[in-house]
Nanobody
Framework: QRQLVESGGGLVQPGGSLRLSCGASGFTGDNYAIGWFRQAPGKEREGVSCISSSGSTTDYADSVKGRFTISRDNAKNTVYLQMNRLKPEDTGVYYC???????????????????WGQGTQVTFSS
């Protein structure tokens, strides 16, 4: 059974940092790309970042460029999203999603991802 489990969410302050993890299991080989998405209450789900199966290609939403970094450790079957200089607008539930893609490309459209985790909440305080 293919599963994705997000972790690392929690309560943060504006300007703080948080690292999210996405653990993958049940995927055959390492030929899957990972996307990170987030959804705030009353808002549409938006793509945050993605990384190709090999990790050679990444992409970011304009709103997080320069602040977020996506990476993966295929030996650990884990993808990370390092979030720095967090802003209130970064609040929401963060999901990781996977698609089989052996090419060194990635996409950020949610409809392209058939496998999803349950999400991890990022909440802000001041």
């Amino acid at each position: 059974q293919r599963q994705l489990v997000e972790s690392g969410g929690g309560l943060v302050q504006p300007g703080g940092s948080l690292r999210l993890s996405c653990g993958a299991s049940g995927f055959t080989g390492d030929n899957y790309a990972i996307g990170w998405f987030r959804q705030a209450p009353g808002k549409e789900r938006e793509g945050v970042s993605c990384i190709s199966s090999s990790g050679s290609t990444t992409d970011y939403a304009d709103s997080v460029k320069g602040r977020f970094t996506i990476s993966r450790d295929n030996a650990k079957n884990t993808v990370y999203l390092q979030m720095n200089r967090l802003k209130p607008e970064d609040t929401g539930v963060y999901y990781c999603a996977a698609q089989y893609n052996a090419q060194h490309v990635c996409v950020m459209g949610a409809y392209r991802y058939p496998y999803w985790g349950q999400g991890t909440q990022v909440t802000f305080s001041s």
